[in-house]
């Protein structure tokens, strides 16, 4: 079992930068790839980006490519979604997910799910 928390969240302006978190606790966080995803207002939760378990390979999806990046320190239990040049359509609930599975970008393959945190960015 693994429980997620999500930190990090906030209301910016456009063109800035905000790094949430995400503190794992259980067993064996670092056997697994770990996935961000976000919720905007009235759409469909969506894939942002996957770290492998070992922190070397990330893959992101095309909307935030260049402006996102994800680490992840095993030793801290932790994986870190930091985003630059916001923009409005960046505004979501941010979730964090687990997966044994690496490099997938489906809802289905994750095993463990935070809470969420909050992104809002003002134009």
């Known amino acids: 079992q693994v429980q997620l928390v999500e930190s990090g969240g906030g209301l910016v302006q456009a063109g800035a930068s905000l790094r949430l978190s995400c503190a794992a606790s259980g067993r064996s966080f670092s056997s697994y790839a770990m996935a961000w995803f976000r919720q905007a207002p009235g759409k469909e939760r969506e894939f942002v980006g996957v770290?492998?378990?070992?922190?070397?390979?990330?893959y992101y999806v095309a909307s935030v490519k260049g402006r996102f990046t994800i680490t992840r320190d095993n030793a801290k239990n932790t994986v870190y979604l930091q985003m630059n040049n916001l923009k409005p359509e960046d505004t979501a609930v941010y979730y964090c997910a687990a997966s044994g599975l690496e490099g997938r970008i489906e809802e289905t393959d994750y095993d463990y799910w935070g809470q969420g945190t909050q992104v809002t960015v003002s134009s």
């Open positions: 770290i492998s378990w070992n922190g070397v390979s990330a």
